[in-house]
């Protein structure tokens, strides 16, 4: 039997309170992430209640950044083993998630994770982040777009903005100082089309891990060139 505490607690700080069948959904993630992760490399942290705050908590966080009852689309880029889209998709089931990674095994497992926990109206993507922003029914479609230790936020930027909606938001989750990361990168954000809008930070619920979060709205489009073709903004991020 698992103990929920830590969760339900945690998001009682957050304003969320989840039913039975969510509750049954996250154990359910839970026991699959383990149970591959002995076959393929999808997470260094395995106890369970340290997952229920570093992956679960940690993923929802952004909740203090963005009103989700106004979200209905949200993207997440490198979402590795489903961090944050599975527990954001698991607590707001009405909001219709695009999760992408460049590895296929990863995103093999979170399909087979959407058809285990019964979840709808979310989708995996295999490709790479610079690649799928070109495609017509991916550029500007989303309100939200968020990403969890992916890149630098001058790359990540290039990387995520494109898929926000003008008047939609990018998420970027980060740990520790940021200003110094979030001002280098600010001229790349605006070329791109966004605006900081802030940055909060905080522990995580019930615990002292803290934890960074970069608030970038999307104020105009972004110009058709952007992303540069895949590799080009890692290696020569936009200054
Ligand atoms: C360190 S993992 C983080 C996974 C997850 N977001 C988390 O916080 O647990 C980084 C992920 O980003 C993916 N990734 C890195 N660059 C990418 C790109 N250009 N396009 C798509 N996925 C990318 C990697 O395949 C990897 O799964």
Redesign the pocket.
């Known amino acids: 039997m698992y103990n929920l505490e830590i969760l339900e607690k945690g998001c009682e700080e957050l304003g969320i309170t989840l039913n039975d069948t969510q509750k049954h959904q996250f154990i359910r993630f839970y026991e699959y992430l383990i149970e591959k992760n002995k076959v393929m490399n999808l997470t260094g942290i395995t106890e369970f209640d340290e997952v229920l705050v570093k992956h679960f908590l940690d993923s929802l966080c952004c909740v203090k950044a963005v009103d989700m009852s106004q979200v209905k689309t949200v993207m997440d880029?490198?979402?590795?083993?489903g961090?944050p889209g599975v527990p954001l998709k698991i607590t707001f089931p009405e909001v219709e998630a695009c999760l992408?990674?460049?590895?296929n095994k990863?995103v093999k497992f979170l399909e087979e994770t959407f058809e285990l926990l019964g979840l709808n109206g979310i989708s995996a993507i295999h490709g790479?982040?610079?690649e799928y922003a070109k495609n017509k029914s991916y550029r500007e479609k989303y309100d939200l777009c968020v990403s969890?230790?992916?890149?630098g936020l001058a790359t990540l930027s290039e990387?995520c903005l494109p898929y926000v909606k003008v008047g939609g938001v990018f998420v970027s989750y980060k740990s520790g100082s940021v200003k110094e990361e979030a001002e280098a990168a600010e001229k790349a954000i605006k070329i791109l089309g966004g605006k900081i809008r802030d940055i909060r930070y905080f522990d995580l619920p019930g615990s002292e891990i803290s934890r960074s979060l970069v608030i970038i709205e999307k104020v105009k489009n972004t110009p058709g060139k952007y992303p540069r073709k895949a590799g080009t903004p890692l290696r020569e991020p936009l200054a």
Not at 100 to 103: H, I, K, P, T
Not at 148 to 151: D, N
């Open positions: 880029i490198g979402t590795g083993a961090f992408l990674d460049s590895l990863r790479r982040a610079e969890r230790a992916v890149s990387y």
